[in-house]
């Protein structure tokens, strides 16, 4: 059964660096999206992504942070100055048809810690 | 706005008994809803969605849920719960247009005992 990978499971990185955290989605799925989820707390919308470019993104999702699918096959999350606040665990989804009716499929995640 | 809530932190309930894991959503428009498993250390695991027709929806690993139009809910049941069954529930809603985010409740820690 195809799935969504996140690489890597596990990223420690210190305040003020960039990580680039990479998706597979599953490969004949159009819209992209990332969520994350702070210890303890809901899981919360950070960007959706469909046709190369966002088409939402919420108000977490600031200047340091951006999307790119740089080829056919990876969707990418980058954050440009990291800060002890966005250490959670950032999951990557897809969805296929432009069927609103369809679910939305998760990556395991990857856990971000910033020291 | 729409918003999805789970009432409940978390629900205990014994193998073999029947398990409910409550949510109630507030939309403008057609709601659809979506329970999500979520495993330690694994991603979110679909399991079943309301769109639109029969109000009892049937999902994976024997679990239902029924939606209810006059009190908003759309509760998770299942009729013999399994030790295996314990892990983090969420109950989401999805904006209604094309590529829609997904928007959670805060999720309940189901735990079964033997």
């Known amino acids: 059964e195809p799935e969504v990978t996140q690489t890597p499971s596990h990223q420690v990185t210190q305040m003020g660096q960039e990580v680039i955290l990479r998706c597979v989605p599953i490969?004949?799925?159009?819209?992209f999206y990332w969520y994350r989820q702070i210890l303890g707390q809901k899981v919360e919308f950070l960007v959706s992504f469909y046709n190369n470019e966002i088409s939402e993104k919420s108000e977490i999702f600031d200047d340091q942070f951006s999307v790119e699918r740089p080829d056919g096959s990876n969707f990418t999350l980058k954050i440009r100055s990291t800060k002890l606040e966005d250490s959670a665990m950032y999951f990557c989804?897809?969805?296929?048809?432009?069927?609103?009716?369809?679910?939305?499929?998760f990556g395991p995640g990857t856990r971000l810690t910033v020291l | 706005a729409q918003s999805v809530a789970q009432p409940e932190d978390q629900v205990n309930v014994a193998e073999g008994n029947p398990l409910t894991v409550k949510c109630t959503y507030s939309v403008s428009g057609n709601p659809y809803l979506f329970w999500y498993v979520q495993y330690p250390n694994r991603g979110l695991q679909f399991l079943l969605k309301y769109i639109t027709g029969d109000n009892l929806v049937k999902g994976s690993y024997g679990f239902e849920a029924e939606f209810n139009k006059s009190q908003t809910s759309f509760h998770l049941k299942k009729p013999s719960a399994l030790v295996s069954d314990s892990a983090l529930y969420f109950c989401?809603?999805?904006?209604?247009?094309?590529?829609?985010?997904?928007?959670f409740g805060q999720g309940t820690e189901l735990s079964v005992k033997p």
């Open positions: 989401a809603v999805r904006d209604a247009y094309q590529g829609g985010k997904l928007i």
């Open positions: 989804a897809s969805s296929g048809t432009s069927d609103i009716y369809n679910e939305q499929f």
């Open positions: 490969s004949n799925h159009l819209y």
